[in-house]
Structure formats: C-alpha cells, structure tokens
C-alpha cells in the first residue's frame, strides 16, 4: 500500500500493484468470511462486548491521530 501511495497513475508497475491488492483484499476478505467469522459465532465470546470495546478502541487511535471521527464533517 506505501508504493501506491507513494506513486501516482500512469507510474511502472502501478496499475499492477493496486491489481494485487485487490486481490489480497478479496482473498482476505473470503478467509473471514467463510473461516474467522463462523469460529467467532460458534465460540463463547460477547461479540457485543467485543465489538463496544473494538469500537471505544478506534475512536481513541483516531482522536490520537488527529483524524475527523466517524460521521463528522469536514471543516
């Protein structure tokens, strides 16, 4: 993702680099859903509890980063 940042379109290799990391994407994206999620709904945990605390977590790193909040609108 770096090298992509740091090029722009047009660049060698750049329309190739975002063709993979779509595909990484999409095969992360099938590892959850078809493995990680069913393990998660079949366990013991509080995914509610879970998903409140992932939640506070992200609001904190963002204030931390100084990015705008979910929801906000650009000043």
Known sequence: MSRIGESTPGEEL??????????????HLKEEE?????????SDLDLAALGAKMSQ??????????LPQEGARPA
């Open 57 to 66: 977590r992200k609001q904190a790193l963002t204030a931390e980063m100084n």
């Open 14 to 27: 750049y329309d190739t680099r975002v063709l993979v990391l779509g595909e990484s994407i999409k095969h």
């Open 34 to 42: 078809t493995r990680l999620f069913p393990k998660l709904r079949n």
